[in-house]
T-cell receptor, first 111, second 113 residues
Framework: EDQVTQSPEALRLQEGESSSLNCSYT??????LFWYRQDPGKGPEFLFT???AGEEKEKERLKATLTKKESFLHITAPKPEDSATYLC????????????FGKGTKLSVKP | NAGVTQTPKFQVLKTGQSMTLQCAQD?????MYWYRQDPGMGLRLIYY???????DKGEVPNGYNVSRLNKREFSLRLESAAPSQTSVYFC????????????FGPGTRLTVL
């Protein structure tokens, strides 16, 4: 069964304290792994797509990496505005673009 | 471009009432999706439409129906609402390329009493 597990469920950081969020997955034939950011009361906002093991993508203070079993979202020197819930999703081979989501990691960055 | 729009933003229903959630996208995307998001459960796919004229069940389709009205619009109908359908509903769309990301609307917060 295709499955996505994110850890930790919640993470509290001080401003400037770097850390990583984990997304482990089991999927039959990974076609893509997606990271989204979700602010309270809003829809998920796309951040990155990773397609193959070893791939990395960066955007401002965020860097996403992918292995054959998991993905990491590294946050370098976070700011309070980085506070949000970060969602990971996978698209399995043979699917019609359908995504399987993890439950998310709620990140709080204190000044 | 407005992207993906959803109406209404909030709705309160009584058990047994019916309603339709509306979704429209102006990005000329072929595929559209309906998800529900519940605390501690993550986003779960209800129905999707891979292209105009087709619809398919997702992970949690029971109690819902959908209509792909045209390429832009994809509606979700609750025929007889139940308290278990209290949730936040998101519509999403993506282009034909199977690896492209999905773009989400702002959501509809539905409460069934």
């Amino acid at each position: 069964e295709d499955q996505v597990t994110q850890s930790p469920e919640a993470l509290r950081l001080q401003e400037g304290e770097s850390s990583s969020l984990n997304c482990s997955y089991t999927v039959s034939g990974l076609r893509g792994l997606f990271w989204y950011r979700q602010d309270p009361g809003k829809g998920p906002e796309f951040l990155f797509t990773l397609y193959s093991a070893g791939e990395e993508k960066e955007k401002e203070r965020l860097k996403a990496t992918l292995t054959k079993k998991e993905s990491f979202l590294h946050i370098t020197a976070p700011k309070p505005e980085d506070s949000a819930t970060y969602l990971c999703a996978v698209q399995a081979g043979g699917s019609q673009g359908n995504l399987i989501f993890g439950k998310g990691t709620k990140l709080s960055v204190k000044p | 471009n407005a992207g993906v729009t959803q109406t209404p933003k909030f709705q309160v229903l009584k058990t047994g009432q019916s309603m339709t959630l509306q979704c429209a996208q102006d990005m000329n995307h072929n595929s559209m999706y309906w998800y529900r998001q519940d605390p501690g459960m993550g986003l779960r796919l209800i129905y999707y439409s891979a292209s105009e004229g087709t619809t398919d069940k997702g992970e949690v389709p029971n109690g819902y129906n959908v209509s792909r009205l045209n390429k832009r619009e994809f509606s979700l109908r609750l025929e007889s609402a139940a308290p278990s359908q209290t949730s936040v509903y998101f519509c999403a769309s993506k282009s034909m390329t199977t690896r492209d990301e999905q773009f989400f609307g702002p959501g509809t917060r539905l409460t069934v009493l």
